[in-house]
């Protein structure tokens, strides 16, 4: 009987060796061969799934995005309270985060910058910020946050805390409990945008 290949086992496969691999050397030096090796499958292999480098790259990316949407959409799912959804929105993301190693990301944002990739970075941190930016409409609605609330600003001062307390994380992560530190600030952010009631 024929072996019976799980393709999509096998492709998360080939995007965490990637992940590492582009990390360790950027888009413009690394090698499919280098790729194939860390997966430990061989070179042709990655053929059968991917187009070329750049194709991989690109995966990468999305497969990266993907882990933290589930991880939100999980958290959020039957969440009511847009404050609720905020904290859970954070809590998400850096649960999303957690499969990939800190000093890994690091490096794998700085081949994503040298790579000439920000565009699509972009988009996906607009598609972000529209998200939280709902959240935050929700709340004007119900009454909860101030009618003069730029929704906007909060939504991208909201990715640039999560981004800010990332890179605390990566670099002192003996000293620092992320989604603790997170969720307190989050709380602190909250309370100071909530209406007077």
Sequence with gaps: ????????????????????????????????AEIAKEAGIGKGTIYEYYRSKEEIFDSVIQFFM?????????????????????????LGTIEGCEPFPPEIMLDFWTSIYRSGKTPKVQEILKHYRYVVQQYFEEGVQA??????????????????????????????????AF???????????????????
């Excluded at 965490?16 to 030096?29: I, P, Q, W, Y």
């Design 1 to 32: 009987m024929p072996k019976i290949v799980d393709k999509e086992a096998k492709r998360r496969k080939i995007q965490e060796a990637a992940l590492h691999v582009f990390a360790n050397k950027g888009l413009a030096e690394a090698k499919v």
């Design 66 to 90: 993907e882990s933290i949407e589930t991880s939100v959409a999980k958290r959020i799912f039957k969440v009511q309270d847009p404050r609720d959804k905020l904290k859970q929105f954070a």
């Design 143 to 176: 009454g909860i946050f101030r009618e003069d609330l730029d929704t906007t600003a909060m939504a991208t001062i909201i990715i640039g805390l999560l981004d800010g307390l990332g890179l605390q994380a990566i670099v002192d992560k003996e000293n620092f």
């Design 179 to 197: 989604a603790d530190i997170a969720d307190k600030a989050m709380d602190a952010f909250l309370r100071g945008i909530e209406k007077d009631q």
